[in-house]
């Protein structure tokens, strides 16, 4: 359970140009569900996935990640923290250019001092499951949107996170690679993963995979999907 | 294999590489004590005072023996010692021989 | 958390991955790096061994030589002091040593004449060094034809070549008897180039240099301390100039280090972005990055020195060829006894495999406190 307590985030704050991305937004998420944050561009999703993936602080408010407050932690406890819970899915899929697939799967849990042979076993396991071991000693930039992406979830589930965040996930992707990614939402389901997924593809938020939508605009909740 | 394997591996090759060199050092330095030798009892034997590094001039040959006013006198091998002698062209008849 | 040294390994092997990534590049910038301790070690490592071998070769030099000084110049000496020297007390032997130098117009080289205290062959004969040898084309039996002070012929025969090991100190001997010598130069029989002396007592040198001085005036005591002393200093000298040189080209090399690691690429910050996004502290970013300077700086150190080894103590010596040669058209060719210590290679390191990591780390501080969140807007 993630819950949100007034949450403000102001960037460029005393500043001329200052702009609130966020504003005033309580919320509880639910555990083991798929949630869908939904709403024009520039309305705050992407703003609030960060402050909820530990991956910026907000201005004002706190959040609580099951009973833990998360909001005060020092930077490494907070990278810990999202490193251990989150796995991150991106919109442009962010893969290290230059280096194989593989690695590119591996690179996040590099840090954590995992023996290399079992950690590499686990990550061609993942790219196993999502079919793309073939490819994996390809660079990652001659890999087609779809492997990209596979490769990038591969990434994300590298250290085995409690909560997978992705944003914008199909912006990149057709019809068909869409509709795939969005079984594998429900295979993250079936695995009692939380997922949260910001973005504004029908594809997405109709899903029937999807528990609950969220509606945002101008950094504000319209509607709660509830 | 790893890369950090080779690396290592490649440190380590040229770790050994390097005490093979001063291993090296140490061993040769033994046997050519012996060489040295000879050429000291041969520096003793005809009183010689200075390496045989530069002959073109006297000061140069015999560091230690030149004259007083000669140029180098402090530091005989620098590169100039006097300011006009970077200004002075190869004396004629020395070079391009 | 974790294996430490697994941790290391595994951001060594991303390290390296992404340096392979700008091959050309970074191979470019090894070499470069490489050739400089190359040059740096060469220089250290010749000197010290060619000052070593001074030293050592040199414990056989007199222990006090005496000029005569006229009108600031070295002039000849007359045996009479001999005689004087002989009466200071503490002094054992002198000798009045008779060389002198001889340009061949032939070669276009200087030699140096010189007469033994015991020559043993006769007159006519010489006994020549590697350097005459080679630049002459001659051996023993072989004749090398002189044109004396006045102008008539002087032929001498080569009896003896001196051993070529010993040619750092003998490469352009000639060794001949005094009668030849005088004769050669037209050197009256009452004068010498210098005299050199014994001392007793070891100890009591610098007091014996003393009483010569203050009995002939006009002398000038050379010790064999400030001999040695004086080869300590130009190798020292010689050495610590090319080494600020070289130092110029080291530090230009780090400022380059250090505008490269500052001046990162768009690329390379967003990628440095995702590393943070994915997981990745700060301080595993600055690790990358040290082992990123480390490697580069570790082989390319470890290279350069143990080439520097193979150039100047198995080949001649190609490098400083140039600079030993100077204007001479006669110069030794000799193979220096290998000496290498720990001392020197740490000052190596310190030269340079340590401020060129410092400058790639510092300056990446920056680009490492990033935002993780930074990837998620484009
Ligand atoms: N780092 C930033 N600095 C300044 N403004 C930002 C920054 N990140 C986002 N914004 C602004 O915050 C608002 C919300 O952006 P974002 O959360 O990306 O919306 P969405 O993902 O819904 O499109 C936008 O107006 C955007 O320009
Ligand atoms: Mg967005």
Redesign the pocket.
Known sequence: MIELRDIRKV??EGKPHA?T?VDGVSLVLDARAVTVLQ?P???????LLSLVGCMARPTEGRILLGDREITSLPERFLTDVRRRTFGFIFQQFNLVKGISALENVMLPAYPLGEHHASLKKRARALLDLFGILPRESSKAEWLSGGEAQRTAICRALINDPQIIIADEPTAHLDTKLSREFMDIVGRFKAEQKTVII?SHDPLVYGSPVVDRVIT?RDGKIEAAGR | MRKSTLFFMSLAVQSVLLIGAFTHAAYQHGRDAFILGETAALVKRLELTDLCLFTEARYTRHPTQADLHSPFQDHPLSFEHFPSGSLLALPKGIGGR | MGNWFERQRNIIDFTLSSLVRRKGKNLALLLVYALLVFLLASVMFFTHALRREASFVLQGAPEIVVQRMSAGRHELIPARYLGMIKGIRGVSGVRGRLWGYYFDPFSGANYTLMVPEAFSHGSGDVIIGQGIARTRLVGPGDVLSFQRYDGTPAILTVREVLPSASELVSSDLIVLSENDFRRFFGMAPGLYTDIVLTVRNAKEVATVAGKVQKLLPDTRPILKSEILRTYDTIFDWRSGIIVVILSSAVLAFIIFAWDKASGLSAEERKEIGILKAIGWETSDVLLMKFWEGAAVSLTAFLAGVLLAYVHVFFTPVMLFEPVLKGWSTLYPSFKLVPFINPYQVATLFFLTVVPYTVATIVPSWRAATIDPDSVM?S
């Open positions: 960037f460029n702009l991305a709403g561009s520039g309305s705050g999703k992407t703003t910001a945002m | 807007r």
